[in-house]
């Protein structure tokens, strides 16, 4: 366990605490265990971090930068995927039962608050009652707790599929129109192109409320253009909707496992290099009507001095410009090194599997190889086996 010494310059406060803790029912220990195991894999922590300092930084105080960061990220995980943070319990028939289930998602006044029990009891006999006895009320109680469930799961589904629907609106948009198009007409069509264009307006994604499931989750701006939609959708419509999905799958492309190599961003080629082999899978998945993507990175070609060459390896030189802090000039310099493959798998990942697998997941790597994206998560995941020497700025030609 470690806490961390805050730097002057590298401060930095997390403003959405309100946010983050209407999800969790308001209690900071429920976010830790996520917290901690997220730092674990971050590139800047990768270690865990003390409740006393998550406590502080959701409290609003100025904290080390990489933790404010560690919590805004958990709050936009959890406003994209509320469900394994608040998804709530079987309600018992006995109070007994209750109690225990209860008290392990919220504390008494936030049962109280949720349920609307104002009009049966004051909040110290509630208190009371989750603590002993068994009283009159508890028939009126539960029904309204079972009710509240029902009402929160069915928030949830709708917070799901909302969710999806927004990641997914400009390659299904022509689909989901057209499937409401035949089988509703054209009125209905038009109100789901609407829909389905309001979510280019979201300012803001909210947390899911388990005591308010129906929060809207998002805020929209207004769309000045929503008189135009008609006309949008009637040249979609003369067009064909040409980019409709077909719901019909083929039997031998519901898995594909292949592996191929790719290559990155070269502005990494001092470090490692510009090239990866990745492990695609790829399954049917019936919301997208389409192949549904998941890599895994398997090896990573990197720069070794040429000091370790072995027989059979080419030598090959690097021409760069490098400058020099004190002389506070340029020159040029040549590196001699060789290319080696590096299995990821046999090396010790900061992060381990999980720190992998997540930088895997922001690399974001094309699904043909062309136009990939990556960004400096994955090298710090994945270390190199050469290092540039500190304090020197490179520029390579």
Not at 60 to 86: F, K, N, S, T, Y
Not at 147 to 156: D, F, G, P, Q
Not at 236 to 248: K, T
Not at 273 to 283: G, K, N
Request: proline share 6%; glycine share 4%; hydrophobic share 35%.
């Amino acid at each position: 366990m470690t806490t961390f010494r805050e730097r002057q310059d590298e401060t930095d406060f997390f403003w959405e605490q309100d946010e983050l803790l209407r999800t969790y029912r308001g209690v900071v220990k429920k976010i830790v265990p996520r917290a901690q195991h997220m730092a674990r894999k971050h590139p800047r922590l990768q270690k865990e971090i003390s409740e006393s300092t998550l406590r502080k930084a959701i409290s609003g105080d100025h904290v080390w930068e990489p933790i404010a960061q560690l919590l805004a990220e958990l709050r936009r995980e959890v406003a994209r995927d509320p469900r394994p943070a608040c998804e709530p319990p079987e309600i018992p028939e006995t109070i007994d039962a209750f109690r225990k289930v209860a008290l392990e998602y919220a504390p008494n006044t936030w049962w109280y608050r949720a349920l609307a029990l104002d009009d049966l009891c004051k909040p110290s006999s509630f208190q009371t009652w989750m603590s002993r006895g068994e009283p009159k009320e508890w028939p009126a109680v539960r029904e309204r707790a079972v009710a509240w469930r029902l009402r929160v799961m069915s928030a949830l589904e709708r917070w799901e599929r909302c969710a999806r629907e927004q990641f997914d609106r400009f390659e299904m948009l022509d689909t989901w129109v057209k499937d409401v198009l035949d089988t509703r007409g054209e009125v209905a069509a038009l109100q789901e192109f609407k829909r389905l264009r309001d979510y280019e307006t979201i300012s803001y994604h909210m947390c899911f409320d388990p005591a308010n499931p129906e929060r809207p989750q998002f805020e929209f701006r207004h769309r000045k253009d929503e008189s135009e939609d008609a006309a949008a959708l009637k040249k979609l419509v003369d067009a064909g909707f040409p980019r409709y999905r077909a719901d019909d799958p083929k039997p031998e492309t519901c898995e594909v496992v292949t592996t191929f190599q790719n290559f990155v961003s070269d502005d990494f080629r001092w470090e490692w290099s510009s090239q990866v082999i990745v492990e695609r899978t790829l399954r049917w998945d019936a919301w997208t009507r389409g192949m549904a993507r998941t890599d895994r990175l398997l090896k990573v070609r990197v720069k070794v001095p040429s000091s370790l060459a072995v027989e059979g390896e080419t030598i090959e030189q690097d021409r760069s410009r490098v400058w020099i802090e004190r002389k506070a000039e340029w020159y040029y310099e040549f590196s001699p090194y060789v290319w080696r493959w590096r299995d990821v798998d046999e090396h010790d990942i900061p992060g381990g599997a999980d720190a992998r697998d997540e930088a895997m997941r922001r690399a974001g790597l094309d699904a043909e190889g062309r136009e990939p994206v990556i960004d400096g998560y994955l090298l710090d995941c994945i270390p190199p086996i050469e290092k540039i020497e500190p304090g020197r700025v490179y520029t390579v030609e």
